[in-house]
């Protein structure tokens, strides 16, 4: 592993676009990219989560706690969609397709606010910027990676530690569910997925208190990078295919006991996989 960037609490959705970073910080709630040629921060009124660039270059982002999509435009999050009708929220990861559709993790409750946990759904945000629930009862929605041409979308389900699989319907909501891969069983019980990226063969997953980013396909393992002591959380490719992801430091603190006492650092690193060319 070879250090990017540093300076997140929590850095998430990372997203590689005409040369340049970006990246969430949910617990800082700053925007980090450097599209200006240098690693810089902007401050938000309220923190973005999953971000994704739709087919003409405009960059938007999940709302955490807003229900909402937001489009960057210059400097701050102005409204693309509203989901307050929809959204039970927090909202979570995001990505898109060809044609400009959205899906989003509505993850349904409040965990850092101590909320009972309740199951959480994928809404699909249309390119006509309409919304319907794609799919439902998942427990708690994180990663999301679309494979196969499109047709097959991964979601991780954190506190399920597994990967779910499900049929992109010609409607664009989802059908055909299935499990895609048991990480308790292939990595072992610390394997809390979070963030997701398409990769050859299967999907990229940062299994957090596992320590290891590991390339899975459909109930195998392909390849396993370690990151310990640091904690994976979310991952991305660059255009010359060198995977980057974000890395936690807990500094040997449990992570929840971390995140809550804002003890967590965050840091960029760029990774060289048996994938990468």
């Not at 102005?78 to 307050?84: E, G, H, I, N, P």
């Not at 979570?92 to 559709?101: C, F, S, W, Y």
């Not at 396909?217 to 904690?231: F, M, Q």
Request: hydrophobic letters at 45%.
């Amino acid at each position: 592993m070879r250090q990017y960037a540093t300076g997140m609490v929590w850095g998430e959705g990372p997203r590689w676009h005409d040369g340049a970073l970006w990246l969430s910080d949910t617990q800082g709630t700053r925007l980090w990219t450097d599209a200006s040629g240098e690693w810089c921060s902007i401050g938000l009124d309220s923190p973005s989560n999953g971000l994704w660039f739709l087919p003409d270059g405009r960059l938007v982002g999940a709302m955490t706690h807003e229900r909402r999509v937001g489009q960057w435009e210059n400097g701050q999050w102005r409204s693309y969609v509203d989901l307050d009708g929809i959204a039970a929220g927090p909202l979570g990861d995001m990505i898109g397709d060809a044609h400009g559709n959205l899906y989003v993790d509505d993850v349904a409750f409040n965990a850092a606010a101590g909320e009972a946990p309740v199951p959480g759904r994928i809404i699909l945000v249309r390119s006509g910027r309409s919304a319907v629930v794609a799919a439902g009862d998942v427990e708690f929605p994180n990663g999301l990676a679309l494979i196969d041409g499109g047709l097959t979308l991964v979601v991780a389900q954190t506190a399920a530690r597994c990967l779910t699989a499900f049929d992109v319907l010609a409607d664009g909501t989802l059908g055909g569910r299935r499990t895609y891969a048991d990480l308790a069983a292939l990595v072992g019980p610390a394997a809390r997925p979070d963030g997701l990226w398409p990769a050859e063969h299967g999907v990229w997953v940062a299994t957090t208190s596992a320590q290891a980013i590991v390339r899975v396909g459909e109930g195998r393992i392909h390849e396993t990078v370690s990151t310990a002591p640091l904690l994976p959380i979310a991952c991305c490719l660059r255009d010359d295919g060198a995977l980057i992801a974000t890395v936690a430091d807990t500094r040997g603190a449990p992570l929840i006991d971390a995140v809550k006492s804002r003890t967590v650092t965050t840091s960029v690193v760029v990774i060289t996989t048996n994938e990468q060319p």
